[in-house]
């Protein structure tokens, strides 16, 4: 008979072994414009006051 609890709990506790969650959240940040780590990946201070303007320019090439 198959035990789905423990093997459920078993594949969590490899998951959390394989994948680095501090990692992927830090990546994730740095994809979200609206979070500081994304403009400190991209030598910036902090993020700018005119933040939603620069980013609804994604298309447009920068001066």
């Known amino acids: 008979m198959i035990d789905l ?3 459920f709990k078993r594949n969590r506790q490899i ?5 680095d969650y501090p ?3 830090n990546h994730s940040n740095q994809l979200n414009p609206n979070n ?3 403009w400190h990946s991209r030598g910036e201070d902090e993020r700018p006051d005119d933040w939603e303007e620069r980013t609804s320019q994604s298309g ?3 001066d």
């Open 36 to 38: 500081d780590e994304y």
């Open 5 to 7: 609890a423990r093997d």
């Open 23 to 25: 990692d992927n959240d």
């Open 15 to 19: 998951l959390h072994k394989k994948y």
């Open 60 to 62: 447009d090439a920068e």
